[in-house]
């Protein structure tokens, strides 16, 4: 008996599966796939056609699609490897980006001017392709929108301090399976925070769980960008005595003592990670 594949990575369903699963699963046809992109502000990312959401892609996000069928794609995120169906109204012609929000939020504008109609808000991480300079404060993206300048970084300029990104969420609502400042959980804040500092960071909380090194034992004291993991739940430690998380428990992203979180949650750890240097976990894709 093979090993049990993990279905959030495993990118294949009934009907299709990606060339590499030749041999591993039961498909009618293998296919290589073509890339595509997030032409939407945000989109879900669900488990099945109609299903409930699992994770949200912003827009710019490369995602390589296997199938087209019944107004969905079928394929999978080359930001973490997750696997999903995408409303196709959300995907368009695949774009190289050059650069990625490092704000926490902002808009794209239908003319180089903060006075006329945005197109649409923008969260951090969003990707995009700066096709010309407009002026001082804005340029200009290959979809002809217009964005702000100084809200943008170029790939490969991360930010230096996960903590400090993961702060700019501060009061975003708690939504399940959330990956922008309109709504966010646990695990989408520290995907959201590492991936802005050039750190690879799969999508759910017990997967950061096994990704990120060997745990520190109970007497180690806790340092700036430590992640602390329960079942089904993840927080980044501040400094040795707070932590900064998404939590149903106030339904928003809070900055809380740790010694607080631990009383009320009344289960161990399951999980005390620090997170390895950047240059050893750079993204391989954007």
Known sequence: MGPVLDPRSLLAND????????GQVQARRFVQGEWAAVTHSLTELRRSPLGPRDRQLLYGSRFLVLE????????????????????????????????WLS???????????????????????AHLSVVADIDDRFVQTA??????????????????DPVAVAMGFLG??????GNS??????????QAAL?????????????QCARFGQNLPDTATLQRGDLLFWPGHVAMVCDEHSLIHATAHVMAVCQEEIATVLARINMPLIGRKRIEPPSATLRANT
């Open 195 to 207: 991936l802005a500092c050039g750190i690879s960071c799969p999508g759910d909380s017990d997967q």
């Open 15 to 22: 009907r299709v599966a990606h060339v590499s699963l030749r």
């Open 103 to 125: 704000a926490p939020g902002s808009h794209l504008y239908t003319a180089p001017n903060i006075k006329t109609p945005e197109a649409m808000p923008l969260s951090l991480g």
């Open 172 to 177: 975003t609502p708690y939504l399940w399976g």
């Open 143 to 160: 979809h002809g929108f217009f964005a702000l300048r100084g809200h943008l970084s170029a790939i490969g300029q991360w930010a230096g």
């Open 68 to 99: 087209r069928h019944g107004g969905c794609a079928f394929g999978q995120s080359a930001c973490d490897g997750y696997v999903g169906y995408v409303d196709l109204r959300a995907l368009g012609a695949d774009q190289t980006p050059t650069h």
């Open 181 to 190: 400042r309109a709504g966010i959980d646990c695990s989408g804040l520290v």
